[in-house]
């Protein structure tokens, strides 16, 4: 950009200042979630992500009418391979396996919004109030935070479900949101510290702004990004705990879930009679759909740290 | 014969998603043996990629797309690393900016400068030793201190010991990237006397980047000025000084030129300046450390390189002076908005299981008056921001008085001090942090209207549209519902300024609000806050470092060392005849581009 | 010495909440589990020794006993190490049990996860190096998605094709039938025979965690100032790369293997209970289908305990490889 000769330089209008950064359109945005979309779609692994949950949302919300048969319905020879009236097999009950399959859909889904969302607003509030009002009240609470992040998470949910007097999908999700919100408090404890400090907020306080605004309005929408990779992680560290704990036997054994579906084909010995088509679709269902809440997180670390946007 | 020679060098930023960013635009400059040169130029001007580029760091994306970089007759442009590296270091070596992380942190000192030397020597390890022990005593660190590791060293410690590491093995070039960024005036002042009086014993030659003009001016014996990727001027220090061939030379030269002019109506004819009328030289040359140093006693050797611990101690020795304060003759014509009376502060610091009490403010009074600048000058640890703290009700002074009006602001409760905000509005230093990053400005701007004045919707707009324009953003439309990260620094700025002025306060506190702009930038934004603050007719405490500005800006200075006021009085007459050693020293120690006596054209 | 004095309060505090959080599980949800084991075990017939009984009602539960005092009883057991009788096992005691299964999974689980940092560590620092080479990006892609494969799921495989198809390893079991436990070389050999197939199904997800928090740590690391300097200086490319960028970089981690150790243990339980492994985890599992109360609860007591060791003992290694805790400084 060549310099222009005879140009004056004093005390031009601020317009003249140096010019605002390339991909400014000039356009008037008040809304930055539309952008936020657009910014996953951009990126290759989120979009991925995206594609392959919404498959998944869709499953589970259609299950009734993409699933050939009642998942409970016992009316098929017990124990039998793959074939062409049950295309995975059918359980001990004589259940087919790939109408559970697509039913075990609605209750990972379920528990990883639920369970992952519970635990994330326990983190979120534990976290906040430790980060924001500091001295003693940290102290107590962050000793809570690093408590429940050192005692192992299984045997602890094992023990809480256990003692349960209800068995169901709900205890296993309340058991989930109150031992795994440790690791998000601590996230959000420490960037709510470092943001109290910027000085956008000691002007907010200046401004006149009450404690519960500074809070909710100028601190909480600087965190959003945070908070949603959070929520994301913990949904997908939900799904996999819900799997383990109907594994072990400790979930509801009534339930369809992947989880149980791998419980029932253990015990049922599906690995003497190889029977491949109820032990493996499960595992790959679990771990394909915590993949693609991973890569979708991919998407949203990109919208909080612009040097990731470009792939 | 010519150590670095640059020739049509290209470098860019190549990313997939955007299209290239070229940094650098067809550089041209040579560096001769044993020459000293300035890089000056803005951030983003690319100087810090060219310095760069011209060791052959840079990471991708950067690339140079074209041109050569030849060092010592020899093309290094496209040289693998195999071939590069027996150059580096041996014969060319940097520092970098403040080096506060540029030693490695899990390794003690002393390793640091054996792998390097191992590297390019067969040295043995005792010959090794005492090649360290040499380095670290050139610098005026005891050998001892090689066993330690970077976190137990000083800050000055660190710069002296990235010095003493870049010269290890004696090489013909060394490149200082802001080797004096964010350190105290006195100090940045010592290390680059330092550096001169190294680089006349060995001989090397040097190209010091930098924005601050007046530090390159210290050292450099020619002196290039980047903008926007381009080199637009090169020549002799003294003659950029005096015939600035570019425009935007101009400009920058203007800035400093600027801050170096008595401020108008005041005391233009003094003393202390030449008889050609040109601008104040500087007191005493560049002795005053050592002088006063031997004032007080002090061990005072020339040839000793002074660090920040050195220097901490003269400014505690001066400390010890008496006070000179005497109030400016104008003053009482401003009326009085806020007294302060020998407020004092002190903190209690926790080490381990040790604890020390820190003074941070001992008995300081002044007073601010309507539409009068008083300016808090003083280097960090001064207890400067403690003050502003003091004053905004942030926390309370251990002793002593805040009067607002009738109140005592130092004896305010939580709900006082909600009432008392309105009243007192701040300037913040960093512009990139001031705004909320998820508001529009408008909506920023309107906060304090709907608070303190009931006001809002299409009233409220309109006002923080006047004032938008009073800051000098016009048309206001083009700014009022952008945000943050669209705005530049400058623009942020006075949006800062804004909104400050909207709750229509008494006093504002100013700390250090042109730090972190660019210094083509700062003037207009202390001329934005001249004119508004003496306009409304509101008292403003400027809290700086820097005691020119204070000087253009203030009607008052007060300067600061160690928590006391050690001296105060009318700007121009403290800058002109200071009293007290530690503002000699201060003075001594600023950057004077045009000092000596220059002859103007 | 802060650090340490800090690390040891913390173990201890957390020791003891642990030993109350034991304490006070059982009791939350109402019920009454300690009647329910009480009645099964003086339904066995044999003579019960009534302090067996005693341990059991201390801690599950005494109705009629005020909670404070109920603590402080628990208490003196635990410090007693009396932990009842086991229900699926009797009539051996929880202890008994415990100190039979505890080298199993030490060996098993400890060595694993060694093993799986110090390979992980070694991957990352290898695939941050040659960043976005064809290592990495392999690396990066993959882990995304074997990262999420259940621990258990790879190990029903793992013995579906090892086991069964294959007939290479066996399908379960700590060790042959036939042999005697004890140092004898028939028995070591068994066992580490048979632990071959469970300690390949967790190394395969386990270093992979490290792997990429390794890398991620280091190519921050490699952007550092120091590293910068020491590219300037002309040092090769390995010394850059250890000295400097990997030796940094490892100490974050170093402090996350501590907290994950944690997880590692849910993760044994799955698979000691999957290959039929003579482990605490598998105990646990029994516990579970039995409601073996005294046991599940006891385990899960050492677990955490077990747990908190290790990581207290990280924590002090850490305080001696990172000078800045080691010889705290000026700034």
Do not use: C
């Given at each position: 950009?060549?310099?222009?000769?005879?140009?004056?330089?004093?005390?031009?209008?601020a317009?003249?200042?140096?010019?605002?950064?390339?991909?400014d359109?000039?356009?008037?945005?008040?809304?930055?979630?539309?952008?936020?979309?657009?910014i996953?779609?951009?990126?290759?692994?989120s979009?991925?992500?995206?594609?392959?949950?919404a498959?998944?949302?869709v499953v589970?919300?259609?299950a009734?009418w993409?699933?050939?048969?009642?998942?409970?319905?016992?009316?098929?020879?017990p124990l039998?391979p793959?074939?062409g009236?049950?295309?995975?097999?059918?359980?001990?009950l004589?259940?087919d396996?790939?109408?559970?399959?697509?039913?075990?859909?609605?209750?990972s889904?379920?528990?990883?919004?639920l369970?992952?969302?519970?635990?994330?607003?326990?983190?979120?509030i534990?976290?906040?109030?430790?980060?924001?009002?500091?001295?003693?009240?940290?102290e107590?609470?962050?000793?809570?935070i690093n408590?429940?992040?050192?005692i192992?998470t299984?045997?602890l949910?094992?023990?809480?479900?256990?003692?349960?007097?209800?068995?169901g999908?709900?205890?296993?999700?309340?058991?989930?949101?109150?031992?795994?919100?440790?690791w998000g408090?601590r996230?959000?404890?420490?960037?709510?510290?470092?943001?109290?400090?910027?000085?956008?907020?000691?002007?907010?306080?200046f401004?006149?702004?009450p404690?519960?605004?500074?809070?909710f309005?100028?601190?909480?929408?600087n965190?959003?990004?945070?908070?949603?990779?959070?929520?994301?992680?913990a949904?997908?560290?939900?799904?996999g705990?819900?799997?383990?704990?109907?594994?072990?036997g400790?979930?509801?054994?009534?339930?369809?879930?992947?989880?149980?579906m791998?419980y029932?084909?253990?015990?049922?010995?599906?690995?003497?009679?190889?029977?491949?088509?109820w032990?493996?679709?499960?595992?790959?269902?679990?771990?394909?759909?915590?993949?693609?809440?991973?890569?979708v997180?991919?998407?949203?670390d990109?919208?909080?740290?612009?040097?990731l946007?470009?792939? | 014969?010519?150590?670095?020679?640059?020739?049509?060098l290209?470098v860019s930023?190549?990313t997939?998603?955007?299209?290239?960013?070229?940094?650098v635009k067809?550089a041209?400059l040579?560096?001769d043996a044993?020459?000293?040169?300035?890089?000056?130029?803005?951030?983003g001007?690319?100087k810090?990629t060219?310095?760069?580029a011209?060791?052959?760091?840079l990471?991708?994306?950067?690339?140079?797309?074209?041109g050569?970089?030849i060092f010592?007759?020899?093309?290094?442009?496209?040289?693998?690393?195999?071939?590069?590296?027996?150059l580096?270091?041996?014969?060319?070596?940097t520092?970098?900016q403040?080096s506060?992380?540029?030693?490695?942190?899990v390794?003690?000192i002393g390793?640091?400068?054996?792998?390097?030397?191992?590297?390019?020597t067969n040295?043995?390890e005792?010959?090794?030793?005492?090649r360290t022990a040499?380095l670290?005593?050139?610098?005026?660190?005891d050998?001892?201190f090689?066993?330690?590791y970077a976190h137990?060293?000083s800050g000055?410690m660190?710069?002296r010991?990235?010095i003493?590491?870049?010269l290890?093995l004696?090489?013909?070039?060394?490149?200082?990237d802001?080797?004096t960024?964010?350190?105290?005036?006195?100090?940045?002042?010592a290390?680059?006397?330092?550096?001169?009086?190294?680089?006349?014993?060995?001989g090397?030659?040097?190209?010091m980047?930098?924005h601050?003009?007046?530090?390159?001016?210290?050292?450099?014996?020619?002196?290039?000025v980047?903008?926007q990727g381009?080199?637009?001027?090169?020549q002799?220090?003294?003659d950029?000084?005096l015939r600035?061939?570019?425009?935007?030379?101009?400009?920058?030269?203007?800035?400093?030129?600027?801050?170096?002019?008595?401020?108008?109506g005041?005391?233009?004819?003094?003393?202390?300046s030449d008889?050609?009328?040109?601008p104040?030289?500087?007191?005493?040359?560049?002795?005053?450390?050592?002088?006063?140093?031997?004032?007080?006693?002090?061990?005072?050797d020339?040839?000793?390189m002074?660090?920040m611990?050195?220097?901490?101690?003269?400014?505690?020795?001066?400390?010890?002076?008496?006070?000179?304060?005497?109030a400016?003759?104008?003053?009482?014509a401003?009326e009085a908005?806020?007294?302060?009376?020998?407020?004092?502060?002190?903190?209690?610091?926790?080490?381990?299981?040790?604890?020390?009490?820190v003074?941070?403010?001992?008995?300081?009074?002044?007073?601010?008056?309507?539409?009068?600048?008083?300016?808090?000058?003083?280097?960090s640890?001064?207890?400067?921001?403690?003050?502003g703290?003091?004053i905004t009700?942030i926390?309370?002074?251990?002793?002593?008085?805040?009067?607002?009006g009738?109140?005592r602001?130092?004896?305010?409760a939580?709900?006082?001090?909600?009432?008392?905000?309105?009243?007192?509005?701040?300037?913040?230093?960093?512009p990139?942090?001031?705004?909320?990053?998820?508001?529009?400005?408008?909506?920023?701007l309107?906060?304090?209207?709907?608070n303190?004045?009931?006001?809002?919707?299409?009233?409220a707009?309109?006002?923080?549209?006047?004032?938008?324009?009073q800051?000098g953003?016009?048309?206001a439309?083009?700014?009022?519902?952008?945000?943050p990260?669209?705005?530049?620094?400058?623009?942020r700025q006075?949006?800062?300024?804004?909104?400050a002025?909207?709750?229509?306060?008494e006093?504002?506190?100013?700390?250090?609000p042109?730090s972190?702009?660019d210094v083509?930038?700062?003037?207009?934004?202390?001329?934005i806050l001249?004119r508004?603050?003496r306009d409304k007719?509101?008292?403003?405490?400027?809290?700086?470092?820097?005691?020119?500005?204070?000087?253009?800006?203030?009607?008052?200075?007060?300067?600061l060392?160690?928590?006391?006021?050690?001296?105060?009085?009318?700007?121009?007459?403290?800058?002109?005849?200071?009293?007290?050693?530690?503002t000699?020293?201060?003075?001594?120690?600023?950057?004077n581009?045009f000092?000596?006596?220059?002859v103007?054209? | 010495?802060?650090?340490?004095?800090?690390r040891i309060?913390?173990?201890?505090?957390?020791?003891?909440?642990?030993?109350?959080?034991?304490?006070l599980?059982?009791?939350?949800q109402?019920?009454?589990?300690?009647?329910?084991?009480?009645?099964r075990?003086?339904?066995?017939s044999?003579?019960?020794?009534?302090?067996?009984v005693?341990?059991?009602?201390?801690?599950?539960g005494?109705?009629?006993?005020?909670?404070l005092?109920?603590y402080?009883?628990y208490l003196g057991?635990?410090?007693?190490?009396e932990?009842?009788?086991?229900?699926?096992?009797?009539?051996?005691?929880?202890?008994h049990?415990i100190?039979?299964?505890l080298?199993w999974?030490l060996?098993?689980?400890g060595v694993?996860?060694?093993i799986?940092?110090?390979?992980?560590?070694?991957?990352?620092?290898w695939?941050?190096?040659?960043r976005?080479?064809?290592?990495?990006s392999?690396?990066?892609?993959?882990?995304?998605?074997?990262?999420?494969l259940?621990y258990?799921w790879?190990?029903?495989?793992?013995?579906?094709?090892?086991?069964?198809?294959?007939?290479?390893?066996?399908?379960?079991?700590g060790?042959?039938g036939e042999?005697?436990?004890?140092?004898?070389?028939?028995?070591?050999s068994?066992?580490?025979?048979?632990?071959i197939?469970?300690?390949?199904?967790?190394?395969?997800?386990a270093?992979?965690g490290?792997i990429?928090?390794?890398?991620n740590?280091?190519?921050?690391?490699?952007?550092?100032d120091?590293?910068?300097l020491?590219r300037?200086?002309g040092?090769?490319?390995?010394r850059?790369?250890?000295?400097y960028a990997?030796?940094?970089?490892?100490?974050?981690?170093?402090?996350?293997f501590?907290?994950?150790?944690g997880?590692?243990v849910?993760?044994?339980?799955?698979?000691e209970q999957?290959?039929?492994?003579?482990?605490?985890?598998?105990?646990?599992?029994?516990?579970?289908?039995?409601?073996?109360y005294?046991?599940m609860?006891?385990v899960?007591?050492?677990?955490?305990v077990?747990?908190?060791?290790?990581?207290?003992?990280?924590?002090?290694?850490?305080?001696?490889?990172?000078?800045?805790?080691?010889?705290?400084g000026?700034?």
């Amino acid at each position: 950009m060549a310099m222009q000769e005879g140009r004056t330089f004093g005390l031009e209008t601020a317009a003249e200042d140096l010019a605002p950064e390339p991909y400014d359109t000039g356009k008037r945005t008040r809304f930055k979630v539309p952008n936020g979309l657009a910014i996953m779609w951009a990126n290759r692994k989120s979009r991925t992500g995206l594609i392959l949950l919404a498959l998944f949302v869709v499953v589970g919300i259609f299950a009734p009418w993409i699933a050939p048969y009642d998942p409970r319905a016992g009316i098929f020879m017990p124990l039998a391979p793959p074939s062409g009236e049950n295309w995975l097999g059918t359980t001990q009950l004589g259940e087919d396996v790939y109408s559970q399959l697509i039913y075990g859909t609605r209750t990972s889904l379920i528990v990883g919004i639920l369970a992952g969302g519970l635990a994330t607003i326990i983190g979120l509030i534990i976290g906040m109030i430790a980060g924001y009002a500091g001295g003693w009240v940290d102290e107590v609470l962050s000793f809570f935070i690093n408590v429940f992040l050192v005692i192992p998470t299984l045997p602890l949910m094992i023990t809480f479900a256990a003692y349960s007097p209800i068995k169901g999908v709900t205890t296993v999700i309340i058991v989930i949101g109150v031992t795994g919100w440790a690791w998000g408090a601590r996230v959000k404890r420490s960037q709510m510290m470092s943001l109290r400090e910027r000085d956008y907020i000691t002007a907010a306080i200046f401004s006149g702004e009450p404690m519960w605004r500074i809070v909710f309005r100028e601190i909480l929408p600087n965190m959003t990004s945070l908070i949603v990779a959070g929520y994301i992680g913990a949904a997908g560290a939900a799904i996999g705990a819900e799997a383990g704990l109907a594994f072990i036997g400790v979930g509801d054994p009534l339930t369809i879930s992947w989880g149980t579906m791998l419980y029932w084909a253990d015990n049922s010995g599906a690995l003497l009679t190889g029977q491949w088509g109820w032990l493996i679709p499960p595992g790959l269902a679990l771990a394909l759909l915590i993949t693609a809440l991973t890569l979708v997180n991919f998407g949203v670390d990109a919208i909080s740290n612009p040097h990731l946007r470009e792939e | 014969m010519a150590v670095l020679e640059v020739k049509d060098l290209n470098v860019s930023y190549m990313t997939k998603k955007r299209p290239p960013f070229h940094a650098v635009k067809d550089a041209n400059l040579t560096i001769d043996a044993g020459e000293i040169v300035g890089l000056v130029g803005e951030s983003g001007s690319g100087k810090s990629t060219l310095g760069t580029a011209v060791l052959r760091l840079l990471d991708p994306p950067g690339t140079i797309t074209s041109g050569q970089v030849i060092f010592d007759g020899k093309d290094i442009t496209r040289a693998s690393e195999d071939e590069i590296r027996p150059l580096r270091w041996a014969e060319m070596s940097t520092v970098f900016q403040s080096s506060m992380n540029a030693l490695n942190p899990v390794v003690n000192i002393g390793k640091q400068f054996k792998d390097v030397i191992e590297a390019h020597t067969n040295m043995t390890e005792r010959e090794i030793e005492r090649r360290t022990a040499e380095l670290l005593e050139m610098v005026n660190i005891d050998p001892s201190f090689s066993r330690f590791y970077a976190h137990e060293l000083s800050g000055g410690m660190k710069q002296r010991v990235a010095i003493a590491l870049a010269l290890a093995l004696q090489p013909r070039f060394v490149l200082l990237d802001e080797p004096t960024t964010g350190l105290d005036v006195v100090v940045q002042q010592a290390i680059l006397d330092n550096v001169k009086r190294i680089q006349k014993e060995f001989g090397f030659a040097v190209l010091m980047i930098s924005h601050d003009l007046g530090a390159i001016m210290e050292i450099a014996d020619r002196v290039a000025v980047m903008y926007q990727g381009q080199l637009v001027d090169d020549q002799p220090a003294r003659d950029l000084l005096l015939r600035p061939k570019h425009p935007y030379s101009r400009v920058l030269i203007g800035s400093y030129e600027d801050l170096w002019q008595p401020a108008s109506g005041s005391a233009a004819e003094d003393a202390s300046s030449d008889a050609s009328g040109q601008p104040i030289t500087r007191a005493f040359g560049g002795k005053a450390p050592v002088d006063i140093a031997a004032r007080h006693g002090m061990d005072a050797d020339e040839t000793r390189m002074l660090g920040m611990d050195d220097l901490q101690a003269i400014a505690e020795a001066t400390a010890q002076d008496p006070a000179v304060v005497r109030a400016p003759a104008e003053a009482s014509a401003h009326e009085a908005v806020m007294v302060i009376e020998n407020i004092s502060k002190h903190y209690t610091r926790r080490r381990g299981l040790t604890k020390t009490r820190v003074d941070a403010v001992s008995d300081v009074s002044f007073t601010l008056r309507k539409g009068y600048i008083t300016a808090l000058v003083g280097q960090s640890g001064s207890g400067k921001t403690t003050i502003g703290r003091l004053i905004t009700g942030i926390e309370k002074p251990d002793s002593g008085s805040i009067l607002f009006g009738e109140q005592r602001v130092d004896q305010f409760a939580r709900r006082d001090l909600k009432e008392y905000r309105r009243h007192v509005q701040l300037v913040f230093q960093d512009p990139y942090s001031a705004l909320n990053p998820a508001h529009t400005i408008v909506h920023t701007l309107t906060r304090p209207l709907a608070n303190f004045m009931d006001v809002s919707g299409r009233a409220a707009r309109q006002r923080v549209a006047e004032m938008l324009e009073q800051v000098g953003l016009t048309p206001a439309e083009q700014f009022i519902d952008k945000y943050p990260h669209q705005l530049s620094g400058g623009q942020r700025q006075r949006v800062v300024v804004a909104r400050a002025l909207l709750s229509e306060p008494e006093i504002v506190i100013a700390d250090e609000p042109t730090s972190m702009l660019d210094v083509t930038i700062r003037a207009e934004i202390l001329e934005i806050l001249n004119r508004l603050v003496r306009d409304k007719g509101i008292a403003m405490l400027y809290i700086t470092h820097d005691l020119l500005s204070a000087r253009a800006l203030a009607d008052e200075i007060l300067v600061l060392n160690k928590g006391r006021i050690v001296e105060g009085g009318d700007a121009n007459q403290v800058i002109s005849e200071p009293q007290h050693d530690y503002t000699r020293l201060l003075l001594s120690s600023i950057p004077n581009p045009f000092a000596e006596g220059l002859v103007a054209d | 010495m802060v650090y340490y004095l800090r690390r040891i309060g913390f173990f201890l505090l957390t020791l003891w909440a642990a030993i109350t959080l034991n304490f006070l599980i059982p009791r939350i949800q109402g019920g009454d589990p300690a009647e329910a084991i009480v009645s099964r075990l003086t339904g066995q017939s044999q003579a019960i020794d009534p302090r067996q009984v005693e341990a059991i009602r201390l801690m599950l539960g005494t109705p009629d006993e005020p909670l404070l005092q109920q603590y402080f009883d628990y208490l003196g057991t635990v410090v007693r190490g009396e932990f009842g009788v086991s229900y699926s096992y009797f009539p051996y005691t929880v202890s008994h049990m415990i100190m039979e299964t505890l080298p199993w999974t030490l060996v098993l689980i400890g060595v694993i996860q060694v093993i799986a940092f110090v390979t992980g560590t070694l991957l990352g620092t290898w695939a941050a190096w040659r960043r976005n080479g064809a290592f990495d990006s392999l690396i990066t892609t993959t882990s995304s998605f074997f990262g999420t494969l259940p621990y258990f799921w790879i190990a029903l495989l793992m013995i579906y094709v090892f086991a069964f198809e294959l007939g290479w390893f066996p399908d379960g079991g700590g060790f042959a039938g036939e042999e005697t436990p004890g140092w004898n070389w028939g028995f070591i050999s068994s066992a580490i025979y048979h632990s071959i197939l469970p300690a390949l199904s967790l190394l395969i997800t386990a270093p992979i965690g490290w792997i990429m928090s390794q890398r991620n740590t280091m190519v921050q690391t490699l952007g550092e100032d120091y590293t910068r300097l020491a590219r300037a200086k002309g040092l090769s490319e390995r010394r850059i790369a250890l000295t400097y960028a990997a030796r940094n970089a490892i100490l974050p981690n170093i402090t996350g293997f501590a907290i994950s150790l944690g997880g590692i243990v849910g993760g044994s339980i799955l698979v000691e209970q999957i290959f039929n492994y003579p482990g605490m985890g598998r105990l646990m599992f029994e516990a579970i289908g039995n409601r073996d109360y005294p046991l599940m609860q006891t385990v899960f007591l050492f677990t955490t305990v077990g747990v908190l060791t290790a990581n207290f003992l990280v924590d002090m290694l850490y305080g001696v490889i990172d000078p800045r805790v080691r010889r705290g400084g000026t700034n």
